[in-house]
């Protein structure tokens, strides 16, 4: 079946710190990739996306590269801030036409200043 | 232009009672969803919309029924809650436009806390 994981959390890093998030994922077919991130007592919004290997997805500084040859999504940013303390959600989606996402289990990040 | 909205916010049943969760959407969206989210396992797909009058069961469907009469509504019923179903639910629907899909995103809702005693 089509499963995400990630890595245990809770995170906690300080302020610039270099951020890596591992996601690896197994699928049939050629799966889209997605990074949701949900803030504090609100629901999930899109941070980035690839839709097939070798993709690069970027926003607000974060990056994921699509590595199809090792399944996996990583989520990196090059200097936190303490606003990027939320819990960050990998994701999958294999069927074009609903998108149903399948989703990892979330990983807390805590940036302490 | 709210984007998605649920009501209600908090709900604590007791186990065997009913209610309905709503989901509005003021985007014009095709697709709705329905989410759970429990603590370490992320968020698992309930049912979802690919129109008004169409419903379909996702991961975790059962002791669950949506109803989608408007194309901006998606409700969600439990018919006799179970202290399993104690959870928080997502709504969201799906923007999908342009070229081989170069927009395709879902807004999610606020979110709906239910605890089943």
């Known amino acids: 079946g089509n499963s995400v994981t990630q890595m245990e959390g809770p995170v906690t890093l300080s302020e610039e710190a270099f951020l890596t998030i591992n996601c690896t994922y197994t699928?049939?077919?050629?799966?889209?990739l997605f990074w949701y991130v949900q803030y504090p007592g609100e629901g999930l919004q899109l941070l980035l996306k690839a839709t097939k290997a070798d993709d690069k997805g970027s926003n607000k500084g974060f990056e994921a590269t699509y590595r199809k040859e090792t399944t996996s999504f990583h989520l990196e940013k090059g200097s936190v801030q303490v606003s990027d303390s939320a819990v960050y959600f990998c994701a999958l989606s294999v069927i074009q036409g609903a998108q149903k996402l399948v989703f990892g289990q979330g990983t807390r990040l805590t940036i302490n200043p | 232009n709210a984007g998605v909205t649920q009501t209600p916010k908090f709900r604590v049943l007791k186990t065997g009672q009913s209610m309905t969760l709503l989901c509005a959407q003021d985007m014009n969206h095709e697709y709705m969803y329905w989410y759970r989210q429990d603590p370490g396992m992320g968020l698992r797909l309930i049912h979802y919309s690919v129109g008004e009058g169409t419903t379909a069961k996702g991961e975790v469907p059962d002791g669950y029924n949506v109803s989608r009469l408007k194309k901006q509504n998606f409700l969600l019923g439990l018919e006799s809650a179970a202290p399993s179903q104690t959870s928080v639910y997502f709504c969201a629907s799906r923007e999908v436009k342009g070229p081989r899909f170069s927009t395709d995103t879902q807004y999610f809702g606020p979110g709906t806390r239910l605890t089943v005693l």
């Open positions: 699928a049939t077919g050629y799966p889209s």
